[in-house]
Each structure stands twice: as C-alpha cells, then as structure tokens.
C-alpha cells in the first residue's frame, strides 16, 4: 500500500511568486492534515480536511495561504505571494475515519516526506 | 488547551545503551493518548508508539517503550539498545479534542538525539 506522497519534495522561490505544494493521501483515508515546520521550531497543524471539507483551518496563518481538497483525495496548499517567514518544511499527514465517541481512539496519522520550501 | 513540552533540545547517548526522552503534557480532556514520532535527516515523519490514558500498561513496541506516569503528566520514551540508526528528532505529540472528535496533535518542540559509536 502506497504512503502518503508530497510534491514537490523541495521548492525554492522568490519573495512575492506564487508557490502550490500537492499531497497525496493514502487511499481511503478521509483525513487529511496540513502541518508545517518553520526552522528551529516545532510543528504546527494548519489544517484538517474531512473528506472534501475543512473541519479546522484554525492554524492558516494568513490569508495568503489556501488550502484545497477537489473530490475529497488530493489536496493542494497554495502560498501565494510567498513571504520569507514562509519557508520550512510543510508536512501532510492522513488518517482513516475518526471514531466517534467513547474512550480515545487511535488514529494514527501517516505523515508524508514533507515538502522544503524555501523563500528567498 | 492541550500542550507538549520536550525539555531537552539535544541529547546524546552511547550506542546500545538506553536512553530515556522526556516529554510532559498538558490537557483537561478525561481522556487522550499520546503519540511518539521520528523524524530523521532524510525528513519524513515516522510513528513509533502510542499510549492512551486509560491503557492499564505502558505501551511497547520493540526497542521503544514509553515510561507513562499519568499523575506527573509524564509520556517519557525510552529507546533500550541504541543504535546509529537511531539519531533523529523525536517528538511528542497529544492529539486535540474538537467537536466531539480528535483531529490536530499538538507537537513538542522535539528532542535531538545523537547516538555515538
């Protein structure tokens, strides 16, 4: 069974372009997170797509930042213009079908290879 | 709010010794877990272990084992027999309760763990 894929695995732009980083969840699975890493820092969640839908985009930091899941599989997250403060390495992760209720379930979110922007 | 603190920036330990990673949480939900991921130079992200709050023993799995002291809001991984493979960040994560489901982790800063020949 194939992981969950990002591209590209490294970009580097210019301050000001426009910057659209794709993820690729494993097949079946209805979650799917954005997180990022900014240099020295710990990772932060950006958002949680179920299925097509935003369930929690609490953690975009600004509006120059969109996030897309057409159809509910792939997801795309669009920087744009892109900003310095914007490099660091930009994780999907996924996970199947939340368990409603009861004790904590266990899903493990799969995490992807991340994508390395950098913003020159 | 839940949150994770990793109080150790870098640590260092001898091969196939044991080594134990701190990590401390905080949360008012009755009920959550705690997970352990690896992050190697090559970037990905890895799962290790997982404890949930009311597992009765502290969860294993192979070489890793998590020390878990509930009344300390402690999640403290232990690696036993180090190896050179093993030198990574390490991170600790607690998921986030929204809507009557857990969606986000909320991430500690890690912990650099080098392995020494």
């Known amino acids: 069974e194939a992981g969950v894929t990002q591209f590209p695995s490294h970009s580097v732009i210019e301050k000001g372009q426009t910057v659209t980083l794709r993820c690729d969840p494993i097949s079946g699975h209805d979650n799917l997170y954005w997180y990022r890493r900014v240099m020295g820092k710990e990772i932060k969640f950006l958002l949680h797509?179920?299925?097509?839908?935003?369930?929690?985009e609490s953690g975009m930091p600004n509006n120059r930042f969109l996030a897309e899941r057409t159809g509910g599989t792939y997801s795309t997250l669009k920087v744009q213009p892109a900003e310095l403060e914007d490099s660091g390495v930009y994780f999907c992760a996924s996970s199947q079908e939340e368990v409603a209720g009861g004790f904590p379930s266990y899903n493990e979110q799969f995490f992807g290879p991340g994508t390395r922007l950098t913003v020159l | 709010a839940q949150k994770i603190t990793q109080t150790q920036p870098g640590m260092f330990v001898q091969e196939k010794e044991a080594v134990t990673l701190d990590c401390t949480y905080d949360?008012?939900?009755?009920?959550?877990?705690l997970f352990w991921y690896k992050q190697p130079s090559s970037g990905e992200m890895i799962f290790l272990i997982y404890q949930g709050s009311y597992d009765q023993q502290n969860a294993t799995e192979g070489r890793y084992s998590l020390n878990f002291q509930k009344a300390r809001k402690s999640a403290n991984l232990v690696i036993s027999a180090s190896q050179l493979g093993d030198s990574a960040m390490y991170f600790c994560a607690i998921p986030y309760m929204f809507s009557g489901g857990y969606n986000k982790l909320i991430f500690g800063a890690g912990t650099r763990l080098a392995v020494h020949p």
């Open positions: 797509f179920v299925k097509e839908s935003k369930q929690d």
């Open positions: 949360t008012s939900d009755p009920s959550y877990g």
